[in-house]
């Protein structure tokens, strides 16, 4: 059996926090698992949710996730936390990116073509179950960069338009 350590505590008893929207408390407690294990990306990502959420101390929020992000890479929930902070800091074009890098077209693509084979991320419930656009995108990066994924995914609609007039004439 293993028990469970002091930092897991504090995030656990962090998210009971968060949920009840104290918003305080549950940055005290992450705060407290990052003081316990500076290396705990969880930690930093939950309190940067926590306190974009609250609505406050959000340029702290963001280097939480940036933070979070330089401890674990693969991790594609960060993305959606730093986009929320993005989006309430009114850095549009950011928030969309990071929203649009989470699932279906940078961020997965990225984590395939670096250990070049599908991976499962654990935390990342779809990461084993690919779809079509995202193997498209990732096609594009192995190319030519992120410019090739993304001209690659604008022609699909042309392309695809094409193929339905050609079945259905």
Not at 24 to 33: K, L, W
Not at 121 to 147: I, K, N, Q
Request: glycine share 6%; hydrophobic share 45%.
């Amino acid at each position: 059996h293993s028990f469970p350590t002091r930092r897991s505590s504090d995030l656990v008893r962090g998210n009971a926090y968060r949920n009840k929207k104290d918003y305080d408390r549950a940055i005290a407690d992450y705060s407290e698992a990052i003081r316990l294990d500076p290396k705990l990306a969880l930690a930093f990502n939950s309190r940067c949710w926590a306190r974009a959420l609250a609505g406050r101390d959000l340029t702290q929020a963001l280097a939480d996730c940036n933070e979070s992000l330089r401890l674990s890479p693969d991790q594609g929930h960060v993305l959606d936390s730093r986009g929320l902070v993005h989006l309430k800091l009114g850095n549009f074009d950011r928030a969309v990116a990071d929203y649009d890098a989470v699932w279906y077209h940078l961020h997965f693509p990225n984590v395939f073509l670096a250990h070049g084979r599908l991976v499962d991320l654990r935390a990342e419930y779809v990461s084993l179950y690919p779809m079509m656009w995202e193997l498209w995108f990732g096609y594009g990066l192995a190319l030519g960069g992120a410019t090739t994924a993304t001209l690659l995914h604008y022609a699909t609609l042309p392309l695809t338009a094409m193929v339905v007039f050609a079945l259905t004439r």
